[in-house]
């Protein structure tokens, strides 16, 4: 690791652990989004990770959303979601805008201005393809038509990056206003973890949005998508599962140690130690996977969507067998709200069905596989 990559986990890991000194006892946004934990990371330049420093930001690459988002995981999971949602969104103005949009948008999200990536739809699923919200022509403007859902950061956002169809079956990338017309927030989802993430229904009655508010080209969405969530927010979901992972882990040998009947530490018990070396090695697997990945991503660029996919797949997996054992270590303590355990659970669950369930992701490795010809040799 570079120095100027421990100097950010260092200060994304003090950042994370003032928040939860300043918290609630059951964490930061646990439940609703917090727009004072956005403001600490915006104070700090750390919400800024993927803008490019001549507009506020660090330029940060995949490493570095890793590194951040892992710590913010440690102590809250949705924080580190929304997090990775809205650096995908500057990622994607940086990688793909015009001079003048980027110019408009990155300076206000690296502020603690909030963005979100509005792409699934009732009717589509994770399967970007199958989407029916169409944009038409309208002399200077665009009028977009459709409804999308499980948005996350969706209430919150001042900055939302939409994927639509255009009567010419082409996929683009709209970037919208808050404030746009006819662009309507629905109902808040209210889920089984991560529900402070602020995801929710964004209908477009025939919502006006200026012809130069396309994020690069027409026809372009799906190389947008493709090189601001699949291989950029992939790594940083791993990294949430990795952060959540950890942190049971170590809740559950804290309690081991702690925790006696009639004066011997539970962690005495073969039955305790033996679930103790499986998350270890889930934990130990996870890290060197993910950092592995986004090490051969850097110096192989064509590899980084089946590097990205791999970790995703394996780290979000791991994280709630992991989750599971260290509940399972903790007994009824673990299964009470008395200990985030349970919560943590419930949130590395859902890891399992964010950005591309683990199913899909695994016809994607598959894929990736048989057209590259198998995998790259190790050590790389």
Not at 100 to 123: I, K, M, N, S, T
Not at 179 to 198: C, I, K, Q, T, Y
Not at 326 to 351: K, M, S, T
Request: glycine share 10%; proline share 4%.
């Amino acid at each position: 690791m570079r120095q100027e990559q421990r100097l950010l986990q260092g200060l994304a890991r003090s950042v994370a652990e003032e928040l939860r000194e300043a918290s609630a006892p059951e964490g930061v946004m646990a439940e609703v989004f917090s727009r004072g934990a956005v403001a600490a990371l915006a104070d700090s330049g750390l919400w800024a990770v993927a803008c490019p420093p001549p507009l506020g930001g660090m330029g940060g690459d995949p490493a570095a959303l890793v590194l951040v988002a892992y710590e913010l995981a440690r102590v809250s999971a949705s924080l580190a979601l929304s997090f990775v949602a809205h650096s995908s969104v500057c990622r994607a103005l940086d990688a793909f805008a015009s001079e003048a949009l980027a110019g408009r948008y990155l300076p206000a999200l690296a502020a603690g201005a909030v963005g979100a990536f509005a792409v699934h739809e009732p009717d589509s699923g994770v399967m970007s393809a199958a989407i029916t919200t169409r944009v038409e022509n309208s002399g200077e403007d665009l009028v977009v038509h459709g409804s999308k859902f499980f948005v996350t950061n969706g209430s919150e956002a001042e900055v939302i990056l939409a994927l639509v169809r255009s009567e010419e079956n082409l996929f683009s990338v709209l970037a919208i206003d808050e404030s746009a017309p006819g662009l309507v927030r629905s109902h808040l989802d209210r889920r089984m973890g991560l529900n402070g993430v602020a995801s929710c229904e964004i209908v477009f009655a025939e919502c006006v949005v200026p012809r130069n508010q396309v994020v690069g080209q027409l026809g372009q969405g799906m190389e947008v998508l493709k090189r601001a969530l699949i291989e950029y927010a992939f790594f940083g979901a791993a990294a949430v599962s990795l952060g959540l992972a950890e942190a049971c882990f170590e809740a559950a040998l804290r309690h081991a140690r702690e925790r006696t009947i009639q004066g011997t530490p539970i962690g005495e018990q073969q039955a305790v130690r033996l679930m103790i070396g499986e998350m270890d090695g889930l934990v130990a697997a996870s890290r060197a996977l993910l950092w592995g990945a986004v090490t051969r991503a850097r110096e192989s660029p064509p590899q980084t969507a089946l590097l990205a996919s791999q970790s995703k797949r394996f780290v979000s997996e791991a994280a709630v067998r992991v989750a599971d054992r260290a509940i399972q270590v903790c007994g009824g303590h673990g299964y009470c709200q008395e200990l985030p355990l349970e919560r943590r659970y419930r949130d590395a669950r859902g890891l399992t069905l964010h950005y591309k369930t683990t199913e899909i992701l695994s016809l994607d490795v598959a894929g990736m596989l048989l057209s590259q010809g198998g995998t790259a040799p190790w050590p790389t």
